[in-house]
């Protein structure tokens, strides 16, 4: 089945053949084989590691136990596994045979579970050990559900087609009810040539290491897409990210590169067992999923020697499609278009901003989804003809660097003039006791609109009405009067996706 190793990248932005007849499994496993690196390390997870041949061999043991069950092409199969080497084996397993896996976050209860499981319409579930007291109660109420997955042997699949549907994923409901969001087989391979390779520059002798979960869109690509189209070691983490079981890996495993979310790395600064800069091995971080206070990548750069490249991606995109470069990285600017993607900022009635304006951004690109499942209406109010409407607000400065100004229903409006949650949470973030901060709009004594902020501590400060005052004064020496906070809380934690996403519309109740 042909490959897309073949794409040609002689030209700006790259022009990428896409074969007809083409299967993601079978090019992400098959072309490893083919360049003669059966025997180096693809996976390493808590357990063992494992070699790119060893995958190969597990990825078509698990296709034809699908098939032997009686799964046929386009049947969907439910993965909540955790990340190990089972993940990578279960879901290109079901792709090379021509099967959809939905992959799911871990983290989720029953009744997420159920609602999943029965707007799929999966036939057949495969669940990590530790996971299965969460869908017992729920298999006799299933009726799509036929299996419990076993393995099976034989069989090379159905043919596949760069545009059939390939995998699921559900978008993280960072502002509600999560779509399960189909990608064809296209475009995984398309993101490691256009973001892995072409940006971040990945190589077969990188080792990655994502903090973010297969299960999800930054994690697929980071930690198992970039590995196998590329040819790189992946080491995989089963445990929740925490400073403390990121810093082992990072001690043990010696990654060259770091997948994080700003929470994390937040976190990871402030803890007493950050590692010395010598002991690491990183050329390269990355950060997704919120915007990446500028002081917070100052910081980071200072204790280990090493950039954050901020991006930005979507569920619906599948992965980045505008990051910072290696040697190009402005704090407090996301950065500039991974090439291939079209971008344009566009106000309320659809039309172009000027230079410097906030708009919302609308992607156009070769990976982006092809619909939501079961969802027609808000397919056709997000995908309009070829562009996706993100829903994320930006400007563009006078050198091409894009700005996050936060989502579309996020901005506020105060005294005539539109406010920037994230640009308010940056510099709350910059005071020295705050750890985290989420800022939504809320409703003062006249029915107007003002900037309310949550507010996380540092470990040992306390609360107090002269640390509010302190925060507020904070923000005025830093931002128009207008945009700081005329109410603070103290809060122990913030309401947030597995993704790191902070939910504001949890907050603005």
């Known amino acids: 089945m042909p490959s ?16 007809r007849d083409y299967n993601a499994a079978y090019d992400l496993i098959e072309g490893n084989l083919c360049a003669g690196s059966a025997g180096k390390v693809a996976f390493v997870d808590d357990t063992g590691q494992y070699t790119f041949g060893e995958v190969a061999e597990r990825v078509n043991r698990f296709g034809s ?12 199969v439910l993965l909540a596994l955790t990340d190990t080497i089972d993940f990578p084996t279960a879901f290109l397993g079901a ?6 896996p939905v992959a799911v976050n871990t983290l989720l209860t029953s009744s997420d ?61 960072s502002t509600g009810t999560p779509k399960a969001v189909v990608h064809v087989h296209s475009s995984m391979a398309v993101t490691a040539d256009l973001y892995g390779k072409g940006v971040l520059g990945v190589t077969e002798n990188d080792v990655l290491f994502s903090a973010a979960k297969l299960a999800f869109a930054y994690g697929l690509g980071n930690a198992q897409t970039f590995a196998l189209a590329i040819g790189a070691t992946a080491v995989l983490m089963a445990e929740r990210a925490t400073p403390t079981s990121v810093f082992k890996r990072l001690a043990e495993r010696k990654p060259t590169i770091f997948y994080g979310v700003p929470t994390l790395y937040g976190a990871m600064l402030a803890s007493p067992e950050f590692p010395k800069e010598k002991s690491l091995t990183l050329r390269l971080c990355v950060s997704a999923g919120e915007a990446l206070p500028a002081d917070m990548g100052r910081r980071w750069k200072e204790r ?71 969802n027609r209406e808000k397919t056709r109010s997000t995908f309009v003809g070829a562009w996706f409407r993100s829903g994320d607000k930006f400007r563009q400065d006078e050198e091409g660097y894009f700005v996050y100004a936060g989502r579309t229903d996020d901005m506020l409006r105060v005294s005539g003039f539109y ?18 901060a989420a ?23 306390s609360p107090s009405e002269s640390l509010k005052a302190t925060m507020q004064q ?36």
């Not at 897309?4 to 074969?19: E, G, N, Q, Y």
Request: glycine share 10%.
């Open 439 to 461: 800022v939504v709009g809320h409703e003062d004594d006249n029915r107007l609109i003002k900037p309310k902020a949550f507010v996380v501590l540092k470990q040992g400060q």
């Open 4 to 19: 897309l190793r073949a794409a040609d990248h002689s030209v700006s932005p790259p022009k990428i053949h896409i074969p």
């Open 113 to 173: 579970y159920e609602y999943m499981l029965s707007d799929s319409r999966a036939k057949a579930l495969v669940v990590s050990e530790q996971l299965l007291p969460k869908f017992a109660p729920l298999l006799p109420n299933l009726p799509f559900l036929k299996h419990v997955i076993v393995s099976g042997a034989g069989a090379s699949g159905p043919p596949t087609t760069s545009d059939d549907p390939c995998f699921w994923l559900y978008s993280s409901g």
């Open 304 to 374: 280990t020697g090493v950039d954050i490249l901020e991006g930005i991606g979507s569920t619906e995109m599948l992965h980045m499609f505008i990051s910072a470069r290696p040697g190009d990285v402005r704090y407090g600017a996301t950065g500039k278009p991974v090439p291939g993607y079209e971008l344009r900022l566009v106000d309320e009635q659809g039309a172009p901003v000027g230079q410097g304006e906030i708009g919302e951004l609308q992607v156009s690109g070769p990976t982006s989804a092809a619909y939501y499942w079961n």
């Open 419 to 436: 406010v920037s949650p994230a640009e308010v949470e940056a510099a709350l973030v910059s005071h020295e006791a705050v750890l985290e």
């Open 474 to 509: 904070h923000i005025k020496d830093r931002l128009a009067p207008y945009k700081y906070p005329r109410w603070i809380e103290f809060v122990n934690e913030l309401p947030k996706t597995a993704t790191g996403k902070i939910q504001r519309f949890k907050l603005r109740g």
């Open 95 to 100: 792709i090379k045979a021509g099967i959809i």
């Open 65 to 76: 136990g699908l098939r032997a069950m009686g799964l046929e092409m386009e049947h969907r």
